[in-house]
């Protein structure tokens, strides 16, 4: 090639600008609070959850995940509607009290914001007195000289 790049040297070119931009969007997301509360299972998870346990003593040679995973979606599946309702009652349940414990911690955080936005009020008004004082005293000093 006369005077350009080569096309690996393209490639990683294009490479690195698309790991930057990446890069960028992560470091923008807000961190999340680990006082909120967990957003409850679903009806499949609930079912997952037992199922794990039988598939364990049912196969305990077994380590694989995904093994695991895809036998408890084809056994999902294969449930009538009859025998999803206990794991589908459990989930209402769970969303039930989900829902109680995110009321309660968004009235903590409307409680909180409020809290610190008076204390914060209450220093940048002892700040400004303070910077007051301060000035007045240094006054006071070439008075005395």
């Known amino acids: ?27 923008g997301k807000a961190a999340k609070d680990p006082n909120m ?21 049912d196969h ?12 408890g979606g084809d056994k999902w599946k294969s449930l009538s509607e009859a025998e999803k309702a206990p794991y589908v009652a ?3 349940k769970r969303k039930a009290e989900y829902e109680k414990n995110m009321k309660a911690y968004n009235k903590r955080q409307a ?3 409020k809290e610190e936005e008076e204390v914060e009020s209450e220093k940048s008004m002892s700040e400004v007195n303070d910077e007051d004082d301060e000035e007045e005293g240094s006054e006071e000093e070439d008075d005395d000289e």
């Open 1 to 27: 090639m006369k005077g350009g790049k080569s096309k690996t040297e393209t490639k990683n070119t294009k490479l690195a600008v698309n790991k930057k931009g990446k890069a960028g969007a992560k470091s």
């Open 37 to 57: 509360p967990k957003r409850p299972a679903s009806a499949f998870f609930v079912f997952m959850e037992e199922f794990r346990e039988t598939f364990k003593k």
């Open 60 to 71: 305990p040679k077994n380590k694989s995940v995904a093994v695991v995973g895809k036998a």
């Open 90 to 92: 459990k989930a209402v």
């Open 111 to 113: 409680e909180g914001t």
